[in-house]
């Protein structure tokens, strides 16, 4: 079992920085693929970035593209998201995933492990 726990939402004035952080237990969390997803209010829950379990393979919705970016630290358990240029548009839950598969991919299903969500709030 993997269990999952996102840090680093707030608010944040738009053109603004965040880092989210997804902590994860369990011995396998290394040689699984991970991502991030958002749902904003009113909206279907939407994929935002991936990794696979080294690290060395990324995927990124257009919508985030140059500006956020994915990575993990397998020895802290540890996933990130680096959030740059910031706009209102980005405002939603953020929820860590991952999947019990070293492959990453952007489709929502196949993901098994989810985090409780962390909220982002951009000020125009």
């Known amino acids: 079992q993997v269990q999952l726990v996102e840090s680093g939402g707030g608010l944040v004035p738009a053109g603004g920085s965040l880092r989210l952080s997804c902590a994860a237990s369990?011995?396998?969390?290394?040689?699984?693929?991970a991502g991030w997803f958002r749902q904003a209010p009113g909206k279907e829950r939407e994929f935002v970035a991936t990794?696979?379990?080294?690290?060395?393979?990324?995927y990124y919705a257009d919508s985030v593209k140059g500006r956020f970016a994915i990575s993990r630290d397998n020895a802290k358990n540890t996933v990130y998201l680096q959030m740059n240029s910031l706009n209102p548009e980005d405002t939603a839950v953020y929820y860590c995933?991952?999947?019990?598969?070293?492959?990453?991919?952007?489709?929502?299903?196949?993901?098994?492990?989810w985090g409780q969500g962390t909220q982002v709030t951009v000020s125009s």
């Open positions: 995933a991952a999947r019990s598969s070293r492959v990453a991919t952007i489709v929502t299903a196949t993901y098994n492990y």
């Open positions: 369990g011995r396998t969390f290394s040689s699984y693929a």
């Open positions: 990794v696979n379990w080294n690290g060395a393979n990324t």
